[in-house]
């Protein structure tokens, strides 16, 4: 059986800064690639950043140079820098992680950008 639990979210005004984390556990071999998701009120989930197993990255068009994503191999474990937020960038942020028997989701951790 496989966890994944994201946390770190919370409101932050605009222009603040706030740090997702995502954690796995369980039957864990390897985890190849992982990624961050979000999914705001009235909208399709979409992706925003992914990282590879050799720390690649890709991201969402309205994110970059505001969010960056990393990971700790040794501890499973995927981490969103999120900075120079907008109100737009409210959603609920999810964990996806890709294993050799699937693909894992987390429950999701509210971020909302307000003043």
């Known amino acids: 059986q496989v966890h994944v639990v994201e946390s770190g979210g919370g409101l932050v005004q605009p222009g603040g800064s706030l740090r997702l984390s995502c954690a796995a556990s369980?039957?864990?071999?390897?985890?190849?690639?992982m990624g961050w998701y979000r999914e705001a009120p009235g909208k399709q989930r979409e992706l925003v950043a992914i990282?590879?197993?050799?720390?690649?990255?890709n991201y969402e068009d309205s994110v970059k140079g505001r969010f960056t994503i990393s990971r700790d191999n040794a501890k499973n474990t995927m981490y969103l820098q999120m900075n120079s937020l907008k109100p737009e960038d409210t959603a609920v942020y999810y964990c996806?992680?890709?294993?050799?028997?699937?693909?894992?989701w987390g429950q999701g951790t509210q971020v909302t950008v307000s003043s």
């Open positions: 990282i590879t197993s050799s720390s690649s990255t």
């Open positions: 369980g039957s864990i071999f390897s985890i190849y690639t």
């Open positions: 996806y992680i890709d294993l050799r028997n699937g693909g894992y």
